[in-house]
């Protein structure tokens, strides 16, 4: 399957993407405007904080995160990626799977003890 770009007119392109340039927007292909858009990091970011995580051997301690960019070159920096969550980036603690989880625990050591 391949479209036709409106800028550059590429009947062979594998990619269009929309854009907006000078306030409108133009669908853009693979060979003449995917390279060069915005880019985007893939991690959760509401607010400057300060993460006690991000720190290094070579870098220690808490680091103050000031932006979606920086917080993405932290975790490049460390070899982490964020695990996507549902919501808002938070861990992928889920209370009721976790309740459920202990409930079970304690069955099978009650049931272990009764033997």
Avoid at 27 to 48: A, H, L, M, N
Avoid at 90 to 98: E, G, L, R, T, V
Avoid at 103 to 110: S, T
Wanted: proline share 5%.
């Amino acid at each position: 399957m391949s479209f036709t770009c409106n800028r550059c007119h590429n009947e062979k392109a594998y990619h269009v993407k929309s854009v907006y340039e000078n306030g409108i927007v133009v669908d853009v292909c693979d060979r003449c405007g995917i390279s060069g858009t915005f880019y985007q990091p893939d991690v959760y970011f509401k607010e400057p904080y300060w993460d006690p995580h991000l720190g290094s051997e070579r870098d220690p301690g808490p680091k103050y995160v000031t932006s979606r960019a920086h917080k993405a070159e932290l975790l490049k920096r460390n070899n982490l990626r964020e695990a996507g969550d549902r919501v808002h980036g938070a861990s992928s603690f889920d209370p009721s799977y976790s309740r459920t989880a202990h409930e079970n625990f304690r069955k099978q050591q009650e049931a272990r003890h009764a033997r």
